[in-house]
């Protein structure tokens, strides 16, 4: 991948990394929670833009 597509994908990417990275270190079920909701908004504004 090059080009603009390779930067629009590591806009997306870097985000969901933090995203990640906050999931592994959620103190509680309902932290855990809430960033997995925001996962899943990120999957899904991923599969609007990338197939």
């Known amino acids: 991948m090059d080009g603009k597509s390779h930067d629009e ?3 997306w990417l870097h ?3 933090a995203l990640i ?3 592994q ?3 509680n ?3 855990a929670n809430k ?3 925001e996962l899943k908004s990120s999957f899904e504004i991923y599969n609007q833009h990338f197939q």
């Open 25 to 27: 270190e959620a103190e």
């Open 29 to 31: 079920d309902y932290a």
């Open 15 to 17: 985000p969901h990394m």
């Open 21 to 23: 990275e906050s999931l």
């Open 35 to 37: 960033i997995i909701s």
């Open 9 to 11: 994908l590591h806009k």
